[in-house]
């Protein structure tokens, strides 16, 4: 969550100001768009929904443990997978 923009923006909104999205997106360094989001969020006062939306990548070795506890045992490695 970008807090410079949310404090820029919550200032419009407190002053009942329409503010240039494009102008405070050239301000704060950032999309145009990520302002109107942020805008249209505390407009509603559902600023819970700016929380950033991290997506779970499974791990690469997801479903490969096996083959590799089979060949590291080949070679009598001591290896731990977790």
Excluded at 1 to 25: T, Y
Excluded at 29 to 52: F, I
Aim: with cysteine; charged share 30%; glycine share 4%.
């Amino acid at each position: 969550m970008r807090k410079d923009v949310l404090e820029g923006v919550l200032l419009h909104i407190l002053n009942e100001i329409q503010p240039n999205f494009a102008a405070l997106a050239k301000q704060y360094n950032c999309d145009y768009r990520t302002v109107k989001r942020y805008y249209d969020a505390g407009m509603a006062n559902n600023l819970d929904q700016l929380r950033e939306r991290r997506i779970t990548v499974p791990p690469l070795l997801l479903g490969f443990e096996e083959i590799i506890r089979d060949k590291l045992e080949l070679k009598n490695c001591v290896f731990s997978l977790t």
